[in-house]
């Protein structure tokens, strides 16, 4: 508590000396135009969005309104300047990197890293945790995600407008939930298992296990049991698009053709969907391979689901080599890619950024001795892996970060603004991380 009080009052005094420098523009503090320009160091080496942090140099200006400050790309809000010192704050969702001082055409950057540290908050998105079938709002409605059984579904999805989409095999259905929270049936029909073409209650579906989104709205679906891919219009209009060669078990789309693709856990391949029956996979061999999805340059993503490793693909001619994992070895170990150790992954998912999150519990039963129970966070490029949400232990708790619980989470979904949404199978709940 002393340290924080002293630290602040540092911080203070230094704003103060920066805010009346600044105020000064003697010729002495003007940026001079293609002279070396540095920066020394920075005070204030990690925090989250509002951290302030002052930047010791040479050849600055004593003009805020003609210094840029970024950090990971991102730009920084100056609040006051002279030629030796900034002092910027650090903006939300800013992520990790070295500060970078642009004036006019001269560029400097510092060699520490500041380290940006996110809050990531998990709450209840829908689900009363009791299974069943309900539509409502937020935890009013229910879902039947099979608990500790044999359904092991990945289907969670999430469109441009904020509708997240589900597959709830339980329930034999594609659910919605709109951006507040308001559950309602998309297509299917709880009462009546099976296989049908139709619209809104009148199309009949078996065990859906996953869905995807393309640029359009349209949702796509596979069934195991049905061995179809299905196509649903955002009106709900169900239609046989093609049937599988192999157990479809995963669905993705390239947003690149805006045309789905399926995994076949059973059968080890992947498939394009043109539109029509087709048996030439793209990749085949694969042990389990259960989750898919897409980069926003079209490069596959897989879950190793039997080998505990993530792929990627490169868009094309599909070489791949593993990313995260290492094969054969299950545990539950952050670190560099090969290093970290995951155990049963089950769902996918992939932002603007090309940032990889992985669904921890992909077991036959949803067991709670699996030793991942969380989200985990692959960095795009370095494939750094660390915890989003949650930890190696199964439960349920609301919290931040790894004090949060899961229990089989098995699918994950991310929309445009970075938003996490969560499979939490034995929970029979949708679970929503905002990260700040």
């Known amino acids: 508590m002393l340290s924080n009080r002293i630290n602040s009052f540092v911080f203070f005094v230094l704003f103060v000396v920066v805010a009346v420098t600044g105020c000064k ?48 790309g ?51 998105f829908a689900g009363s945790g009791v299974p069943g079938f309900a539509n409502g709002k937020g935890t009013d409605a229910m879902f039947n995600f ?48 099976g296989h049908q073409d139709g619209k809104g209650s009148a199309a009949r579906f078996n065990i859906p296990y996953d869905v995807a989104v393309d640029n359009d709205g349209n949702v796509y679906s596979v069934d195991p049991a049905n061995w179809d891919i299905r196509k649903i219009s955002p009106d709900g209009e169900a239609v046989t698009l093609a049937w599988a060669s192999q157990e479809p078990w995963s669905v993705a789309v390239d947003p690149t053709t805006n045309q789905p693709y399926y995994a076949s856990v059973t059968g080890g ?36 689901h039997g080998e505990h490793v993530i792929y990627r693909f490169t868009k094309g001619d599909w070489t791949g080599s593993v990313i995260a994992g290492q094969l054969w070895v299950s545990g539950y170990a952050h670190g560099a890619g090969t290093s970290a150790l995951f155990s049963n992954p089950w769902g996918i998912a992939v932002d603007h950024q090309g940032n990889v999150y992985t669904a ?26 660390s915890a989003f949400a949650g930890s190696s232990s199964a439960g349920y708790a609301d919290a931040i970060g790894e004090a949060a619980a899961f229990s089989a989470p098995t699918g994950v979904a991310v ?9 939490d199978k034995n929970n029979h709940r949708i679970r929503k991380i905002v990260s700040e």
């Open 146 to 193: 099979g608990g500790q059984n044999w359904y092991r579904s990945q289907g969670i999805a999430v469109d441009d407008d904020l509708n997240v989409y589900v597959a709830d095999p339980g329930n034999a259905c594609i659910r919605k939930i709109d951006s507040t929270g308001n559950v309602t049936t998309l297509a299917g029909n709880p009462n009546s298992p």
């Open 269 to 304: 391949s992947i498939f394009h969907v043109p539109g029509s029956m087709q048996s030439n996979p793209i990749l085949s061999g694969l042990v389990y391979p259960a989750g898919i999805d897409f980069d926003r340059d079209g490069n596959l993503y897989v879950v190793g």
């Open 415 to 423: 929309d445009k603004n970075g938003t996490v949404y969560v499979m």
């Open 360 to 385: 921890g519990n992909g077991t036959w039963d949803g067991g709670t001795y699996n030793a991942d129970q969380g989200i985990r966070f692959i960095k795009a490029g370095s494939w750094e892996v």
């Open 74 to 124: 991102n730009k920084l809000a100056v609040i006051g300047s002279n030629g030796r010192q900034i002092m910027a704050v650090v903006p939300k969702k800013c992520g990790s990197g070295k500060v970078v001082v642009r004036i006019g055409n001269d560029v400097a950057e510092s060699e520490a890293i500041f380290n940006y540290i996110f809050t990531r908050t998990v709450t209840t």
């Open 25 to 72: 523009k003697e010729d002495g503090y003007s940026h001079q135009s293609g002279a070396p320009m540095r920066v020394d160091d920075f005070v204030g080496k990690q925090g989250g969005g509002g951290t302030e942090i002052l930047i010791s140099g040479v050849n600055f200006s004593s003009d805020p309104a003609e210094i840029e400050v970024t950090i990971n």
